[in-house]
């Protein structure tokens, strides 16, 4: 019965993450790009001045609501995860150095699409029963197309409720887990034969704490992702920008390497990774997953935002992920590529080869600091996925489930805990890639509405900017 759901689930998963979603997903992005004259680079510097001086304005939010910068902080707080440190060595060692190449090109293309789903969800967004803002893919599929394709958005929302669960829970606490048993091994704190209780207590810690800052509502979630998300993004930072400082002479041979391994992978892999597609297709659907533009989740958390303008939240769009691809995955990549650690191409590979990176520069004291980080990503990732499997359930059965619903999820990080998730994982990626269908489709139809929005933007409040 496993092996006949196995097999199943990777023909739908390599067609969901293959060459044809591919397609659609650039061409939605280059679209959207074409239509708004590339404002992601037009209106870049603008961007970043609109985005990061609102982050430093500090101002209380209407109840019901978040400020606009707890909202990009719980929508970083889903992106940057685990995806930034084990995705982008995934890719490395299946697409070569090219990949990461075709992950800037993704991200290019991948701001505009963001920025599109952001200003939607604010413009299309309403007030549920409990008097909280919300939004997303399933409301401007709901509020701005006709009735006819009102059945996307039931769509959207049954494929993010099943999401969740594995992408946003199990697999996360599971990297904590993870993450917490190796750095005690290293140390021989613990030995092998009490790892199950140790991760069993993990676990119940988790579940207590994600239903605490849950059931605490919109505004708890807000508070929490605003210290842990720049607090989590800044180390890691600093401790990447450190590796690639000290490996600083092997950086023009490392640009070198992913700009010929683009297009050339063999020249540079050795014909391990012979295939210009395979290149491209890792460092295309890793971009994707790990800022996760054109799957319409970010927009969620944008549309709880207390602001009237939905195209100055839209910018957020393009800052999210310019921080979270050019930004850390770059860096990730670097760590790798620059440190001169042995990289097997052609094999799978996970946040042990980033891991080795650092150690590989700083020494093995470095392994706590990455665990410390590792953990940080995983659980912010636990509670952006949290409000985004609330928003979607919600939409499907009204406010009622909403309680029960945070509860059941909480208790989901016990199961991650103790389990061996390698099929949730992969189901889990599946339901995520249908999640961008709907939302691809509803992105397509209303990118008039985005032209129109920006349009009397810069014709306003924007003009001569």
Not at 131 to 150: A, F, R, S, T
Not at 238 to 245: K, P, T, Y
Request: charged share 10%.
């Amino acid at each position: 019965m496993l092996s006949t759901i196995e097999s199943v689930n990777n023909v739908v998963n390599n067609f969901i993450w293959g060459v044809p979603a591919m397609i659609c997903i650039i061409g939605v992005g280059l679209l959207l790009s074409v239509r708004t004259g590339f404002i992601q680079i037009r209106k870049f510097p603008y961007a970043m001045k609109v985005t990061i001086g609102r982050m430093l304005r500090k101002k209380d939010a209407t109840d019901g609501a978040m400020t606009p910068f707890q909202a990009v902080c719980t929508a970083l707080a889903a992106t940057v995860g685990t995806g930034n440190i084990a995705g982008v060595a995934g890719a490395i060692a299946i697409g070569g150095p090219g990949a990461v190449f075709w992950m800037w090109i993704s991200a290019l293309l991948g701001m505009c699409t963001k920025f599109s789903e952001v200003t939607l969800a604010v413009h299309f967004r309403e007030k549920n029963a409990e008097g909280d803002l919300v939004g997303g893919p399933m409301y401007y599929i709901k509020n701005g197309l006709n009735k006819n394709w009102h059945w996307l958005a039931y769509l959207f929302a049954a494929f993010g409720v099943l999401t969740v669960f594995g992408t946003g829970n199990a697999t996360q606490v599971n990297t904590i887990t993870t993450a917490i048993d190796s750095a005690l091994f290293n140390y021989g704190v613990i030995g092998v034969d009490v790892a199950k209780t140790v991760n069993l207590v993990i676990g119940i810690v988790l579940a207590v704490l994600i239903a605490l800052i849950l059931l605490g509502g919109i505004k708890r979630i807000g508070q929490v992702t605003e210290k842990l998300v720049p607090f989590m993004a800044v180390i890691y930072v600093l401790l990447a920008a450190g590796v690639v400082l000290l490996n600083l002479k092997n950086i023009p041979h490392v640009f070198v390497s992913i700009f010929e391994g683009a297009f050339t992978p063999t020249s540079v892999t050795g014909g391990a990774v012979g295939s210009f597609f395979i290149s491209m297709k890792k460092g295309v659907s890793r971009g994707i997953f790990s800022n996760e533009a054109g799957l319409g989740t970010g927009s969620i958390a944008h549309a709880c935002a207390d602001t009237k303008k939905p195209v100055k939240q839209g910018f957020f769009g393009i800052f999210e992920v310019f921080v979270d691809t050019i930004v850390i995955c770059t860096l990730t990549a670097l760590v790798i590529l620059c440190s001169g650690v042995p990289i097997g191409y052609g094999e799978a590979a996970g946040a042990e080869l980033t891991i080795l990176g650092f150690t590989s520069t700083y020494g093995s004291w470095v392994s706590i600091f990455t665990a410390v980080a590792m953990c940080c990503f995983a659980f912010s990732t636990i509670i952006g996925w949290g409000l985004y499997g609330t928003r979607c359930i919600e939409f499907l059965f009204g406010t009622k489930i909403n309680k029960p619903f945070m509860v059941l999820y909480s208790l989901v990080a016990i199961v991650g805990a103790t389990m061996d998730l390698g099929l949730m994982w992969n189901i889990a990626e599946t339901f995520n890639g249908l999640m961008a269908i709907p939302n691809l489709i509803a992105v397509f139809l209303l990118s008039g509405v985005v032209v129109k929005l920006v349009k009397e933007y810069f014709a306003g409040e924007g003009k001569g900017v």
